[in-house]
């Protein structure tokens, strides 16, 4: 019986992934919900929502494909909406993540979109998200006016976890920032709400601008900053996934989860670096066995998802807004690398991180909107002038 378990580096390297996964960013995604006009309780339902797409669809792409299907939450998405347009009703945002998970799941089911959706130029996509990440990871450093020894605790802890624990960097500065709030007795009282996982269903209310100004921003980001990478950590880990069941399975995952305040589930990159390792399993072929420990500890994690929700609403908004700011700094280095990466596509790159970054809101859509349009009338008008 003993024999069929897992082996230790299995469990460790599970549980250390959902931890990194769902610490690192946790509080991003409070505050998108919150922006969102989310309740404590709608906010409880979203992370519940979330964890068991993440474990429910992640435990049966694993067990089905036979490889560790490592997903995870949108964290480029969450930081999207949380520089949406304010004014969205929580109906309308739940109209949103229907309509960016609804794209996703036809994506991956009519060949004809995937193979349009590999013509869009990374450069552009990145930029768009650099330039959604940007004003968070600036609000770190000017809260710096208002509390600088938070700012300076959590940037020196990042710093030093960044070159003797990467992995741990978030978790650390996550502690770091718990740690001085409860010292310096800063913590709010709980809002009221539930202890275990809820679900709280909302019916969805599809707004033409909204779906325009940020479903489709949400689908683009979390496809090629989510789903493309994940499938490449497949690639480098020795497997040899097909793209159309991994899309389609993480979109109806997302798509069932979307009406309980799921902004987007899919596959993981970081995390599933640390399950898709040689390391968790040495045998290639029961390596899929890490993917379902890791979806059985996300369980857990639906299980007390709502005390999770109303610990990170107690907090100061200072506190929250300090953390996400520092959670977006790696993902902010990597799409401003890969929206450099082309030499060719640099200056529409630079001038859809410019729009989207400039916070523009025009007819009701938003400034990520504009930065695509921007970025791609651009790149046009180079292609054109260079072909001319």
Same mark, same amino acid.
């Given at each position: 019986?003993?024999?069929?378990?897992?082996?230790?580096?299995?469990?460790?390297?599970?549980?250390?992934?959902?931890?990194?996964?769902?610490?690192?960013?946790?509080?991003?995604?409070?505050?998108?919900?919150?922006? $969102?006009? %989310?309740? +404590? /309780?709608?906010?409880?339902? #979203?992370?519940?929502?979330?964890?068991? *797409?993440?474990?429910?669809? &992640? @435990?049966?792409?694993?067990?089905?494909?036979?490889?560790?299907?490592?997903?995870?939450?949108?964290?480029?998405?969450?930081?999207?909406?949380?520089?949406?347009?304010?004014?969205?009703?929580?109906?309308?945002?739940?109209?949103?993540?229907?309509?960016?998970?609804?794209?996703?799941?036809?994506?991956?089911?009519?060949?004809?979109?995937?193979?349009?959706?590999?013509?869009?130029?990374?450069?552009?996509?990145?930029?768009?998200?650099?330039?959604?990440?940007?004003?968070?990871?600036?609000?770190?450093?000017?809260?710096?006016?208002?509390?600088?020894?938070?700012?300076?605790?959590?940037?020196?802890?990042?710093?030093?976890?960044?070159?003797?624990?990467?992995?741990?960097?978030? $978790?650390? %500065?996550? +502690? /770091?920032?718990?740690?001085? #709030?409860?010292?310096?007795?800063?913590? *709010?009282?709980?809002?009221? &709400? @539930?202890?275990?996982?809820?679900?709280?269903?909302?019916?969805?209310?599809?707004?033409?601008?909204?779906?325009?100004?940020?479903?489709?921003?949400?689908?683009?980001?979390?496809?090629?900053?989510?789903?493309?990478?994940?499938?490449?950590?497949?690639?480098?880990?020795?497997?040899?996934?097909?793209?159309?069941?991994?899309?389609?399975?993480?979109?109806?995952?997302?798509?069932?989860?979307?009406?309980?305040?799921?902004?987007?589930?899919?596959?993981?990159?970081?995390?599933?670096?640390?399950?898709?390792?040689?390391?968790?399993?040495?045998?290639?072929?029961?390596?899929?066995?890490?993917?379902?420990?890791?979806?059985?500890?996300?369980?857990?994690?639906?299980?007390?998802?709502?005390?999770?929700?109303?610990?990170?609403?107690?907090?100061?908004?200072?506190?929250?807004?300090?953390?996400?700011?520092?959670?977006?700094?790696?993902?902010?280095?990597?799409?401003?690398?890969?929206?450099?990466?082309?030499?060719?596509?640099?200056?529409?790159?630079?001038?859809?991180?410019?729009?989207?970054?400039?916070?523009?809101?025009?007819?009701?859509?938003?400034?990520?909107?504009?930065?695509?349009?921007?970025?791609?009338?651009?790149?046009?008008?180079?292609?054109?002038?260079?072909?001319?």
């Amino acid at each position: 019986m003993l024999r069929r378990l897992p082996p230790a580096p299995a469990w460790s390297s599970a549980l250390i992934a959902a931890l990194v996964g769902f610490g690192g960013t946790i509080a991003l995604v409070v505050q998108a919900m919150q922006h $969102l006009g %989310a309740s +404590a /309780a709608q906010t409880g339902s #979203t992370v519940t929502a979330l964890c068991l *797409g993440i474990a429910l669809a &992640g @435990a049966a792409l694993s067990w089905r494909l036979r490889m560790p299907v490592v997903l995870a939450w949108s964290t480029p998405g969450a930081a999207l909406l949380a520089a949406a347009t304010p004014g969205l009703s929580w109906p309308v945002a739940i109209g949103i993540f229907v309509s960016a998970a609804l794209a996703m799941v036809l994506l991956g089911a009519v060949p004809l979109l995937g193979r349009l959706a590999q013509r869009i130029p990374p450069s552009i996509a990145a930029a768009m998200l650099a330039g959604v990440l940007l004003p968070f990871c600036l609000k770190l450093f000017g809260l710096g006016a208002a509390d600088p020894l938070l700012v300076a605790l959590l940037v020196a802890v990042f710093v030093a976890a960044r070159q003797r624990l990467p992995l741990y960097a978030l $978790l650390l %500065a996550l +502690a /770091a920032g718990m740690a001085l #709030t409860l010292l310096r007795d800063d913590v *709010g009282p709980f809002p009221p &709400g @539930a202890t275990f996982g809820t679900l709280v269903p909302v019916m969805p209310v599809l707004d033409a601008r909204a779906i325009l100004s940020v479903a489709l921003p949400l689908f683009l980001v979390t496809l090629v900053s989510q789903n493309l990478p994940g499938l490449v950590v497949l690639r480098s880990a020795g497997y040899d996934p097909e793209p159309r069941p991994l899309l389609v399975g993480t979109g109806i995952a997302w798509l069932a989860a979307a009406p309980f305040g799921a902004h987007g589930v899919n596959l993981a990159a970081i995390t599933a670096a640390i399950c898709t390792a040689e390391e968790a399993h040495p045998e290639r072929s029961k390596r899929w066995t890490v993917g379902m420990l890791y979806a059985g500890f996300y369980l857990l994690l639906a299980i007390f998802s709502p005390l999770l929700v109303r610990l990170f609403l107690a907090l100061p908004p200072t506190v929250i807004a300090a953390l996400t700011g520092l959670a977006l700094i790696p993902a902010l280095l990597g799409a401003m690398e890969t929206m450099l990466a082309a030499k060719a596509d640099r200056d529409p790159a630079i001038l859809t991180f410019l729009a989207t970054g400039s916070g523009l809101a025009l007819f009701g859509l938003g400034s990520a909107f504009w930065g695509l349009v921007v970025g791609f009338l651009a790149l046009a008008a180079s292609r054109f002038l260079k072909r001319g």
